[in-house]
């Protein structure tokens, strides 16, 4: 599954953006992109070596807030500057200037983009991935924790 979106969507997240991923990997210690569109730029959650991680590509640098997470459990992760996990702050990073615009303009869920607009990075199978979404503002925590609640 993907979203594509054109260069005119992008204003829409470029100074406030949040994504929300309900996910339950098999695998956390490879490199997998559960929701993402950040090789070149972008944003996107990638998890590896035990860790979810936000890559989030700024004109000021990339940061990366991340945070341990558990193998075949559900886990509700909200990222902005701030990596939220199950409703929870988890890590937050300081952060500045506007979201980086990629070339690939493709968000996979479940895998990264390639240079070429094809999957990457792809989650191992049996990884389940039931909510993907982008908002083109910054959520607050209680809505952070009402999204979680919402989940269970």
Known sequence: CSYRLEASDYPFFATQATAECLFKMVDKQADQCVFSNQQSAGAGFEVEHGRLEYWLTLEGGRVMPAAP????????????????????????????????????????????????????????????????????????????????????
Request: aromatic share 8%.
């Open 69 to 152: 997470i558990e193998a075949d459990v559900w886990v509700h992760a909200v990222a902005t500057a701030r990596l939220y996990i199950d409703g929870a702050l988890a890590n937050e990073v300081p952060a500045s200037g506007a979201m980086t615009v990629p070339r690939p303009k493709t968000y996979f869920v479940g895998a990264d983009t390639s240079s070429s607009e094809t999957p990457e990075f792809l989650c191992a199978p049996k990884t389940r991935v039931a909510i993907a979404r982008l908002y083109p503002r910054c959520m607050t925590s209680d809505e952070v924790a009402a999204a979680y609640e919402a989940t269970k």
